[in-house]
T-cell receptor, first 118, second 116 residues
Framework: GAVVSQHPSRVICKSGTSVKIECRSLDFQATTMFWYRQFPKQSLMLMATSNEGSKATYEQGVEKDKFLINHASLTLSTLTVTSAHPEDSSFYIC??????????????FGEGSRLTVL | AQSVAQPEDQVNVAEGNPLTVKCTYSVSGNPYLFWYVQYPNRGLQFLLKYITGDNLVKGSYGFEAEFNKSQTSFHLKKPSALVSDSALYFCAVRDGGSGNTGKLIFGQGTTLQVKP
């Protein structure tokens, strides 16, 4: 299957700083990527849909100014957690779908990034 | 609105025995259904999907799932469990109707514990 790479896998930062997480599709071009957030022993919560060359579509209740998403190329989407606070500590996972597989294609997931805000 | 439910937080099974992880769904259009597995501190790995065709779908690592439209279920099964199957399993649904953005909605997850 297709490979999605996510970096960094772990990051610890001080409260008030910003953290950027990168998501790359390594062997395919992804016009759409999805960012999920997962709390311990809980399900994945969709945060936003990242669209190449246009603004991200955020789910209800997700602060777009807090979680900045940029999808500047067909292989890279970034999530920036701005002015991070301890409650932003979580496991963030990105995913992408191969071109031409809009509805029927499965999502391929990155390995996730564990953010800890002190 | 589309949704998916996994009624069991945890399933325990002895190695070598068959396993079933339950999933029910609700969509307005045709359901596109997926199963994923997650190991600790890792991303999700795709196991199998149902889009159309045969109700019994075979996937990775010996897993299979049965689509049941009348019961709106898509239970994950394996004839003989392995200790290495112990992980967190997610069922997901995508609404195949028009206007859908293509996003996946995940169930709550079921922890599978296979004991030697």
């Amino acid at each position: 299957g297709a490979v999605v790479s996510q970096h960094p896998s772990r990051v610890i930062c001080k409260s008030g700083t910003s953290v950027k997480i990168e998501c790359r599709s390594l062997d395919f071009q992804a016009t759409t990527m999805f960012w999920y957030r997962q709390f311990p022993k809980q399900s994945l919560m969709l945060m936003a849909t990242s669209n190449e060359g246009s603004k991200a579509t955020y789910e209800q209740g997700v602060e777009k100014d807090k979680f900045l998403i940029n999808h500047a190329s067909l292989t890279l989407s970034t999530l920036t957690v701005t002015s991070a606070h301890p409650e932003d500590s979580s496991f963030y996972i990105c995913s992408a779908r191969e071109p031409g597989a809009f509805n029927t294609g499965e999502l391929f997931f990155g390995e996730g990034s564990r953010l800890t805000v002190l | 609105a589309q949704s998916v439910a996994q009624p069991e937080d945890q399933v325990n099974v002895a190695e070598g025995n068959p396993l079933t992880v339950k999933c029910t769904y609700s969509v307005s259009g045709n359901p596109y259904l997926f199963w994923y597995v997650q190991y600790p501190n890792r991303g999700l790995q795709f196991l199998l999907k149902y889009i159309t065709g045969d109700n019994l779908v075979k996937g990775s690592y010996g897993f299979e799932a049965e689509f049941n439209k009348s019961q709106t279920s898509f239970h994950l099964k394996k004839p003989s469990a392995l200790v290495s199957d112990s992980a967190l399993y997610f069922c997901a649904v995508r609404d195949g109707g028009s206007g859908n953005t293509g996003k996946l909605i995940f169930g709550q997850g079921t922890t599978l514990q296979v004991k030697p």
